[in-house]
């Protein structure tokens, strides 16, 4: 039997550094609700299993060298980042169609 292939999101949970509602920044990273609308749209369109990550935990990125390259030159606000293997899949693709379309394209590709 053969195992799903995986994508990996690469999220932090939403915060919002100058306050809520303020006028110089949005929010940074996702709400629960975007975290997991993203990961059943790529579950049940894709039929991958996601693991979820979270950007500001040390241990979790350890070894990711593609998504540490992209939270270097954009800083927080590029999440999600989705991956295949160390593959960048999508940077920034926070709607579940955009997303699960970026993860169809990478997953023919490493599939064929």
């Known amino acids: ?33 975007e975290i997991g609308a993203l990961r059943d749209a790529l579950e049940r369109d894709l039929g991958v299993g996601v693991d979820v990550v979270y950007a500001n935990d040390g241990a979790q990125m350890r070894g990711r060298r593609s998504v540490a390259a992209a939270l270097r030159t954009f800083g927080f606000f590029c999440l999600p980042i989705l991956t295949v293997g160390d593959r960048l899949v999508a940077i920034g693709a926070s709607q579940p169609a955009q997303a699960v379309e970026a993860a169809r394209e990478v997953l023919q590709e490493v599939q064929a």
Do not use: H, I
């Open 1 to 33: 039997m053969e195992d799903k292939p995986r994508v990996t999101l690469v999220t932090m949970p939403q915060e919002f550094p100058c306050g809520e509602g303020s006028s110089c920044c949005g929010p940074l990273g996702q709400s629960e609700e």
